[in-house]
């Protein structure tokens, strides 16, 4: 009997790949062969057979799958064909053609063709029952059959194994246990099977319990006779079967090594913001100030009068010591208040804010210069207010804010192209609302104590719930508030909480928290933060912020009450939260605003409103989930928890908490409705026989207690032994498994590529062979794995509780993975050898992008938790996510910790583990987890190691079901494990001796050995091996092989008294030989490798050792490999690493240059006197000879010494050199002065340089041209290598003069671009220029650093940054636009002379210090620093710098003792100096060093103003100069221009020090900064760092030569140093030197222009080339200003300021120096600016005039010069002007001083009444004229203003008719012009004022002549002010018309009268007479009445 079955082909495929099928039939598998590369259709046909044993039942299955194949990921399922085999028991004999479905059991296109046989015993055949295969009946065949199969051989499940990687042993069947094979089988069958048929379920068959997990007696005997029956032994040759057996380990999880929560931990933090000006503000005639605000702090700028862009250039610091969380939802927030006084607080024009999270994350934490937009949050509708140019940064401790350099601040300020917004944020933001819904919230805490509730319940009768929350939301700055709902511990809110922001938002972060109110003080409960970024996407086809309805739980303390919480902190989201608090259902929602809609409440003040409620269902249909977990082991229980009985609790939200979890919420059993089941269910119908059965599964969530045995001094383990206590708990929550699976997905994604990238990192730092291939399968595994979410997420659609958010984060998850795993294919064929350091780092883009996807903000499943209660107190805890562990049957939505062994470190809550106690391990734990839902339990223990027994809670027996309470293990196996433990380095120095004595401590399972101590040193070698012997471990041998634990391994120190001091830890996992393995390679014996030892966070060394782990098999241990190698005899009982595993060692010999020492600070409060160095490596050493006074002279005499030693060949190992430092005193006692420990010898191995490189090439010769001057955009230089010729290029220098001379005349050329004039040059001129070219250069090397390859890789990785912003686009547009027009409007076309550029000689301009770019002068001599005392504790506690107790200087020169013969045979070898040819002498030396300090920038405030008064202090040695007369006053950006000359000797006085000091009137000077310079090192350097070297060489002027010696002196000593051929002066205009010839300039003017021969120009060009010389070549450094921040010790790492200078050093042996430069500071230039103003015209007209009613104005003008109106000056007023014109005739004359290079007006004045001394403020030059008009009796209207910066200002138009709106407003180009240069301007210049709706209108034109004089010219010619001698004006020719009602009355009369209220006046009489007769009517009545009444 058997089932043959025939595959013939699978057609339509998709795509092109390798195509593998596999046909399973009674739980048997056969694979087919791969078909590799196969199109559409794949030609199986094979034929398959199985030998049947039993009839085969009619409803029986046979599945066929075929798949992608894949040698390295597991394999990728393309369809599932499934077909019952009634047709075939019928008829013997069936051909199939069908199509293929997928894993959603949706049809594909695939269609597959194959035909099936059965031979039967007899021919019986019955007929076809519809829908019988359907009943239970089959599953329990199914069921019964898989689990038959299974006694084979008991052992692991499939599921331990990817998909792919089946293994295959007793004759080709496959072990599956318990109905499930992974992935598919039982499941899936039915489910397919069901589209034939109506699920019917036979009420007659019994239901019959699930199987228990072990199999019973009669299972095994059925089976017994199942295989009786014979399996076909050759059955299996029948099918080509592929086995892919890769040895893959799948039962643990990686365990995290960094222990030390980090969040929460308070940090240093400077806020520094800089508000240079504002510009455009709204409003009328305005004093702003601007008010600075960071969190709660409040700083004000000065107030500017009557301005509306006034230039304040102000700096305000802000310090703050808090967490980073707190201090990155601090609000930076900038509002410009109209005129504020004392009394009166101001009115706001407009503000704005950010987080500083926000500004943190960008580029070097900063925003430089950017312009801020203003908007009204009380008026939405009225868009901007105007804008703030300003700088911010955020500097924590240890980041380095390069700013960009401060040069002038020339370039035209482009407002729109410099927005103070992040990248990507459209410059228009619009407002939009933020609707944060709170509905309601389950599961609080108690917040009261219950004695209070007894008394209440005592007197009123009633028990209430003790806490009265409320819901607190902040946002942005604002905060929102919903209402209190008394005594619910599941309170109903339905509220909204309505925020009115900007769009998209400068906060990233809004916090929701639940508060409970109380009399007293309400406390936070929970609190939980929303991150815009993760629910919004700002993409194209991204979505506005949503979120929810959604459950979100939220974490903090403990839940049991106590008044005084010591984690309160906890529940206010700082730090990691300890245990579940709460969880809260809430929404969010955006909508963006239309504010031109009328009806819009304009007010940014927060709202609460009724929400809509919600259905219970929308978050999710509540089903039944069940967590079940294992304790495996527990071990390394701390010492202090060792003496009482301790339980393990595990819960996961309030379920499982027993000591202080409230009655958990009674969830309603969820109804199953027909047809809504999961597909499992119909597998497994347990869940609701439990219900049935009434014995509902109780949760256990704690361990029993037990009491903990000794492991060793330090730590306990519990003795669980065979029996392992289990816990399970079910629970209750929405089912949003979805979210999490898709999130897992990723998770696996993103580990799998930070596992490849990491490798790819380690490869290429210990330089293995090929990275690039393993980066490139790290690639092609990312595109699978993206390919795969794609198939897997696009089946998540129709969700009834799906949210907007999960909707449309799918989509963009989708989107980004697609575009990824693209990315990721067109990167993979790009990894070349040489760019794999680039892809890498794209890689890392990918991961973080990864991270950000996976991390859902919908939370669903609170975390599950687990603690360690000691006496029923809590004690240590660590938290699991839940995704981590929740179960699928697609293996890669399941959590990566799910049915796996993970190792837990419990760790203290709260702030009690920050620090050296979080990083003792509380306990360590072995726990198994699983978390799913109830209905898919069954496999909840496939993960576990093999080989136990279930014990149940005894609860009757019916009761399969039920979850053991704990785990027998009948299996074990005996180990031994050998530790090989060689060397560790870079320890952490835990002695006051800066060294330590450290000991390794190694713990397997509940064993522990140490290694032996090693004393004084942080780089112990102990070579020692370590054996643990009898190690049980429980399972399967098989599987310990594939899985052994770790093992930990800590490092100690020895301290004679008192325990040992933890020193750090890391783990290992051991390589397991089993008992059948042989001991031979390629596995064994193990290699050596280093382990990252972690300290807390950071890490704290390397440890070096191997680890093997060896099955004792039946022979015992005999059998093992022997334990060769002596033992150690000096040592005692310690074996070494034995022969095959330590590393193989070669002779190595050290030479070592002894210099000096330096700084070397007191021992025990004694001085150092007489020092030696002791250098040791790998044992060996040498001793430098003593310094005999170290005061007198710290060098040593004895230079170099050498010793012998032998290394590892392979340099990754060499052990590290110990350098010591000792004091040898009184008596031969030595005390240890201080250590270096050099970790990697590798920068000192000797390498013979390669002679093949051109730069050796020493035959013919190269010619180096030089250009007399070089403008900067031309090559440097140009070299020929041509070994024949000699041919020069020259230069006709005629040429050049020519031109120079043609230039000289000014031709019409260029009018503008005069030659400057020599003699008004000076240092400054030079100074700027250079500025320009660095500036010019930074700019250049942006775009162009991209070299080609990189560009295509730009273009590939577009999608990752996005395309161009619009931001972008429009600067680089200005950028272009700016470039045509410099070059149109020069006259010569490419080459645009910049402003004077190429006529100025310049100097070098570092950004940053000279060391950083010549690395540190270390070019032969080192400098170590000596450490001494503890490695600070916190990390924010000591620093490095603080240990520092004294530097040693000198250099090493490691190898292999026979050296090659050319080095030693070279001319004038020294022997007696080895390696080390050619130094100096270092006898002291005396030395001239002169400083030049040229500014600081940026420093930091010193007084209470915000502003600091600075002066400079220098010291060197003992010479201590403090320039305190000379101190600037009230300056952050001080020039001090000034040189100091300081006589020194090398080397006792070698560290300068210079200083900036505060001034203080009162009190001691405070330090704001100082920078320290090792002259010493400069001064010996190859690099010539004594005197920079000039870029030209000229006599007189301000280039002059500083150098005593001239450069051809200096050429001719370095040839000699450098036993270099040369220097050979051939004809004039060339020099020789080796092989290279270099050309210039032959002649010299002289200070009369006389011309002179000379050298020197030709010399200059070789020094300035000296690199190119071959063997000696190397920079020299140019003359230069450096710039080098200043440091506060008070305030480690964080800059207070920038510090530019030079330094010159003169041996006082050679011939003196020239006088000092002269820099000091220009003085600003006094100059006379007069201003007539003529005539206006078009003025807005504001009155109304009181008798003729016509409109008129009172017109008089106004201008002034300086900053605010402290000059203003006003003109007459031309009265009653009907038309808007007026005449005036009158002069303003201002004085100002001005420094033209930085185009500024300098002022000096008294801040205010109580200053001490006038401060000099620097503003812009821009002349202001505004016109007013005049009121007698109120206030001056103003009317207009235009502000004339006098650099660049419109030309004046001709006429009034050409003077338009466009010439101020800047949008259109118009031609500008410099009063500078034109000296004299008159034209007519607009007005302009804002209208109601914010635009500009023009509002009038003025006429003005501008005469710009010196003061010597304006001396000579006098004019008068006004109208006044000398030079009067005259009157102004007004009309009459001004004063017509003087004049005539009568006139103006009539004219009243007759046309105006002719009308008006008749009516008033009409009605005066009317009441005329009225009265009289009045009056007369009662005497005619009494006449008639008495009838007179």
């Not at 329990?140 to 299974?150: F, L, N, W, Y």
Request: proline share 6%; aromatic share 8%.
């Amino acid at each position: 009997m058997a089932l043959l079955v025939h595959l013939k082909t699978v057609s339509e495929l998709r795509g092109r790949g390798d195509r593998i099928a596999k046909v399973t039939f009674r739980g048997q598998s056969f694979y087919s062969r791969v078909l590799e590369n196969c199109e559409d259709v794949a030609d199986f046909d094979e034929t398959f057979r199985w030998p049947v044993a039993s009839t085969i039942d009619r409803n029986e299955m046979l599945e066929i799958q075929v798949f992608n194949y894949s040698k390295v990921f597991s394999n990728k399922l393309i369809g599932t064909f499934r077909m019952v085999l009634q047709k075939v028991v019928e008829e013997n004999h069936v051909e199939v053609t069908d199509t293929l479905i997928d894993d959603n059991n949706a049809v594909i296109k695939t269609s597959l063709c194959m035909e099936v046989r059965y031979q039967g015993t007899d021919g019986t055949v019955g007929s076809w029952d519809d829908g019988d295969f359907l009943g239970d009946e089959s599953l329990q065949e199914e069921e019964k059959d898989s689990q038959e199969t299974d006694g084979l051989l008991p052992g692991s499940r499939p599921s331990s194994r990817p998909p792919g990687e089946k293994s295959f042993r007793s004759k080709g069947r496959e072990k599956t246990k318990g109905g499930r094979d992974g992935e598919h089988k039982a499941g899936r069958s039915v489910f397919s099977a069901m589209k034939l048929g109506k699920n019917r379920s036979h009420k007659e068959e019994p239901q019959r319990p699930d199987e228990p997990a072990v199999l019973e007696m009669e299972d095994l005997d059925h089976l017994a006779i199942r295989l009786a029956d014979g399996l076909d032994p050759d059955s299996v040759s029948l099918a080509s079967v592929t086995a892919l057996t890769t040895n893959v380990s799948n039962k643990r999880s990686k365990p995290d090594i960094k222990m030390e929560p980090s969040a929460g931990r308070p940090m240093d933090y400077q806020v520094s913001i800089t508000v240079i000006e504002a510009r455009q503000l709204v409003g009328l005639n305005m004093d702003p100030v601007v008010c600075v605000e960071v969190g709660d702090d409040k700083k004000y700028t000065s107030m500017k009068e009557s301005t509306n862009c006034p230039y304040y250039n102000e700096y305000f610091v802000f310090d703050f010591h808090v967490s980073p969380d707190v201090m990155f939802d601090k609000i930076i927030k900038l509002s410009v208040i109209h005129s504020k006084n004392l009394l009166r607080s101001g009115t706001l024009v407009g503000s704005f804010k950010m987080d500083v999270g926000t500004v943190y994350s960008q580029p070097e934490h900063q925003f430089h210069h950017k312009w801020a937009i203003l908007s009204d949050p009380d008026d939405i509708s009225s868009g901007l207010k105007g804008y703030v140019k300003c700088d911010v940064a955020v500097v924590g401790k240890g980041d380095n804010i390069k700013t960009p350099h401060k040069a002038n601040e020339t370039d035209e300020d482009d407002i729109e192209g410099n927005l103070l917004l992040p990248e990507g944020v459209p410059p228009e933001r619009q407002w939009a609302r933020f609707y944060v819904k709170i509905y309601r919230a389950e599961g609080l805490p108690r917040m009261n104590t219950s004695l209070m509730a007894n008394v209440k319940k005592a007197f009123i009768g009633e028990n209430k719930d003790l806490v009265d929350p409320y819901v607190q939301v902040f946002f942005a700055g604002q905060k929102g508030k919903t209402s209190v709902q008394k005594s619910s511990y599941e309170p109903l809110w339905n509220e909204q909480v309505v925020f009115t922001d900007l769009f998209p938002p400068l906060c990233k972060r809004m916090k929701v928290q639940i508060r409970d109110s109380d009399k007293v003080n309400d406390v936070a409960i929970g609190t939980h933060f929303i991150d815009l970024r993760k629910i919004s996407n700002d993409g194209d086809k991204g979505f506005l912020p949503t979120l929810g309805p959604a459950w979100v739980n939220m974490y903090g303390s403990t839940r049991n009450y106590t008044l005084l919480d010591e984690h309160q902190d906890l529940n206010e989201g700082l730090g990691e939260g300890v245990s579940f608090r709460a969880r809260l259902l809430l929404g969010l929602a955006v909508e963006i605003l239309d504010t031109s809609n009328p009806e819009l409440t304009s007010s940014t003040e927060v709202q609460v409103e009724q929400a809509t409620p919600i259905s219970e269902s929308c978050a999710g249909k509540m089903e039944e989930f069940f967590l079940f977990g294992a304790f495996l082991e527990a071990s390394m229980i701390d010492r202090r928890n060792g003496d009482k009985p301790i339980t393990f609790e595990v819960t996961i939200g309030n379920y499982g908490n027993e000591v202080d979890g409230l009655a958990r919420p009674q969830r309603p059993r969820p109804r199953k409705e027909p047809g809504d089941e999961e597909e499992v269910d119909l597998i497994q119908n347990s869940s609701d026989d439990e219900a049935s059965d009434g014995g509902d599964l109780a949760s256990v969530s704690s361990t029993p207690p037990m009491r903990p045995q000794v492991t060793d001094r330090n730590y306990f383990h519990l003795p669980y032994l065979e029996r392992k206590p289990c816990i399970y708990i079910k629970s209750w929550w929405p089912d949003q498994r979805r979210r999490l699976y898709n999130a897992n997905i990723m998770d696996h994604i993103a580990d799998k590529l930070e596992e490849g990238l990491n490798d790819v990192q380690e490869m290429i730092k210990t330089e293995k062979s090929y990275p690039e291939r393993r980066l490139r399968g790290v690639l092609e595994e990312l595109s699978c794995g993206c390919c795969r979410f794609l198939s897997l997420a696009e089946k998540d659609q129709g969700h009834s509780s799906r949210t907007r958010l999960d909707r449309e984060r799918l989509k963009s998850c989708l989107r980004e993975l697609e575009s990824m795993g693209q990315q990721a294919r067109t990167l993979r064929a790009q990894v070349k050898r040489h760019t794999v350091r680039d892809k890498l780092r794209l890689c890392q883009n990918f991961l973080q992008k990864l991270r950000f996807l996976a991390d859902e903000p919908q939370h669903s499943i609170p975390d599950v938790f687990i603690w360690m209660m000691s006496n029923n107190k809590r004690v240590a805890y660590a938290r699991v996510p839940s995704k981590d562990l929740l179960f699928s049957i697609v293996e890669e939505e399941t959590g990566k910790d799910c049915a796996k062994v993970k190792t837990l470190f419990l760790k203290l809550p709260g702030k009690r583990g920050f620090g050296s106690a979080g990083w003792t391990v509380q306990a360590k734990l072995e726990l198994y987890m699983w978390l799913g839902l109830s209905k898919q339990r069954k496999d909840f223990l496939c993960g576990l190691p093999c080989g136990f027994e279930e014990v149940k809670a005894a609860q009757g027996l019916g009761l399969h079901t039920f979850p053991p309470v704990s785990l027998v293990y009948a299996k074990k196996q005996v180990f031994q494990l050998r530790a090989h433990m060689y060397q560790a380095r870079s320890l952490f120095a835990a002695d006051s001796s800066g060294l330590s004595d450290p000991f390794a401590r190694v713990f397997f399972i509940n064993q522990s050995q140490c290694t032996e101590v090693l004393n004084e040193t942080l780089c112990p070698t102990w070579d020692q091996m370590l054996v643990f012997d009898n190690l049980e471990l429980y399972g399967e041998a098989q599987e310990l092989r594939d899985d052994p634990p770790i093992i930990v391994i800590e490092i100690y120190d020895q301290d004679t008294m008192g325990k040992a001091d933890f020193m750090g830890r890391t783990f290992a996992k051991p390589l397991v030989k089993m008992a059948d393995e042989e001991y031979c390679p390629p596995r064994f014996p193990p290699q050596l490798e280093y382990y990252q030892i972690y300290r807390g966070n950071a890490t704290a060394g390397d440890l070096l050792a191997a680890f093997e782990l060896l099955q004792i098999g039946p022979a015992g241990k005999p059998d093992l490999p022997p334990i060769n190698g002596p033992v150690d005899v000096d040592r005692g009982p310690i074996m070494p690493v034995p022969v095959g595993i330590r590393p193989v060692l070669s002779k190595y010999r050290v030479e070592v240059l002894f210099w000096g020492l330096r700084d070397l600070k007191r021992v025990n409060l004694a001085q150092v006197d007489r020092p030696r160095v002791d250098i040791e490596c790998a044992g060996k050493g040498v001793q430098s000879s003593l310094i005999h006074n170290y005061k007198k002279n710290p060098n040593f005499n004895t230079l170099v010494k050498w010793f012998e030693v032998d290394l590892p060949e392979n340099e990754l190992l060499h052990p590290p050199l110990n350098i010591r430092v000792v004091d040898c005193r009184a008596f031969g006692r030595y005390t240890l002065v201080g250590s270096h420990a050099v970790s990697s010898l590798r920068r000192f191995i000797y390498r013979p340089p390669d002679r093949s490189a051109p730069s050796w090439n020493t035959t013919g010769e190269v010619v180096v041209n030089m250009e007399p001057e070089v403008p900067i955009k031309k090559l440097e230089t140009m070299v020929k290598l041509d070994a024949t010729s000699d041919a020069v290029v020259k230069v006709d220098v005629a040429e050049e003069e020519k031109e120079k001379k043609k230039k000289k005349k000014g031709t019409a050329e260029e009018p503008d671009e005069e030659e400057p004039d020599e003699s008004m040059l000076d240092w400054w001129s030079k100074y700027f220029a250079s500025i320009d070219t660095m500036k010019e250069q930074l700019r250049q090397q942006e775009p162009s650093g991209i070299d080609l390859e990189e560009k295509d890789e730009m273009d590939n990785t577009e999608g990752l940054k996005g395309p161009m912003k619009g931001k972008e686009k429009a600067r680089a547009a200005k950028e272009e636009k700016k470039k045509k027009t410099q070059s149109s409007g020069s006259g010569q076309g490419s080459e645009t002379p910049e402003k004077k550029k190429p006529k100025i000689d310049e100097l070098k301009v570092y950004p940053k210090e000279l060391e950083s770019e010549f690395d540190n002068f270390e070019d032969w001599l080192h400098t170590f620093n000596l450490l001494r005392g503890k490695t600070g504790d916190d990390e924010d506690g000591s620093t490095e710098e603080e240990r520092i107790v004294g530097r040693f200087k000198g250099s090493l020169c490691v190898y292999k003792v026979p050296l090659p013969e050319d080095v030693s045979r070279e001319a004038g070898y020294d022997p007696t100096y080895g390696m080390f040819q050619g130094i100096p002498s270092n006898d002291p030396i005396n030395v001239l060093v002169r400083v030049y300090v040229v500014r600081a920038t940026d420093l930091h405030p010193a007084d209470i103003n915000g502003k600091a008064d600075p002066y400079i202090a220098i010291r060197l040695g003992k010479t201590d100069i403090r320039d305190k007369e000379n101190y600037i006053s009230k300056q952050l950006n001080p020039v001090f221009g000034k040189s100091f000359d300081i006589e020194a000797s090398f080397p006792m006085e070698s560290m300068l020090t210079v200083a900036v000091y505060d001034w203080d009137l009162v009190g001691t000077d405070d330090l704001i900064g100082e920078t320290k310079i090792d002259l010493e090192n400069r001064f010996y350097s190859k690099h010539r760092a004594t005197c920079g070297i000039a870029q030209t060489y000229s006599t007189h002027g301000y280039n002059i030569w500083r150098d005593p010696m001239k450069p051809s002196q200096i050429l001719t000593r370095l040839c000699k140093d450098g036993k270099v051929d040369g220097p050979h002066f051939g004809p004039p205009g060339r020099v020789k030197v080796a092989n290279r010839v270099f050309t210039g300039p032959s002649e010299i003017e002289d200070e009369n222009g006389q011309r002179k021969p000379t050298e020197e120009h030709v010399a200059l060009s070789a020094l300035r080339h000296w690199e190119d010389i071959p063997r000696v070549g190397c920079r020299l450094v140019p003359e230069h200003v450096e710039t080098r921040p200043l440091l506060n010790p008070d305030k480690p790492g964080i800059e207070q300021g920038r510090l530019e200078l030079w330094v010159d050093m003169f041996p006082m042996d050679m011939p003196a120096p020239g006088t000092p430069l002269d820099i000091s500071p220009r003085k600003p230039k006094k100059y006379e600016l007069r201003v007539i103003i003529w005539n206006t015209d078009e003025v807005v007209l504001e009155d109304d005039d009181f008798f003729t009613g016509e409109k008129s104005s009172d017109i008089f003008v106004r201008g002034w010069l300086k900053g605010q109106q402290e000059d203003k000056q006003d003109t007459d007023v031309h009265y009653h002007s009907l038309t808007g014109e007026g005449n005036f005739n009158w002069r303003y004359l201002f004085p100002f001083d001005y420094l033209a290079a930085e185009e500024k007006i300098v002022i000096s004045k008294k801040e205010s009444m109580f200053s001490w001394d006038e401060t000099e403020y620097k503003i812009p030059a821009r002349l202001t004229l505004q016109i007013w008009d005049a009121d007698h009796f109120s206030a001056d209207d103003f009317l207009g203003a235009i502000e004339l910066d006098l650099n660049r200002f419109p030309r004046g138009a001709k006429t009034a008719k050409q003077c338009t709106m466009d010439m101020a407003t800047g949008e259109v180009d118009v031609p500008l012009v410099s009063i500078f240069k034109q000296k004299r301007v008159k034209g007519w210049w607009p007005l302009l004022a804002r209208n109601e709706n914010d635009e500009f209108e023009l509002t009038g034109k003025v006429e003005a002549e501008l005469h710009l004089l010196t003061a010597e010219e304006a001396e000579k010619n006098p004019v008068g002010l006004a109208r006044n001698e000398p030079d009067p004006l005259e009157k102004p020719n007004r009309p009459d018309t001004a004063f017509v009602w003087f004049l005539n009355p009568l006139k103006s009369i009539k004219y009243l009268i007759c046309t105006r209220y002719k009308w008006l006046i008749i009516k008033i009489v009409l009605a005066l007479l009317g009441l005329l007769m009225l009265g009289l009517f009045l009056y007369s009545l009662p005497g005619y009445m009494v006449k008639k009444l008495l009838g007179a």
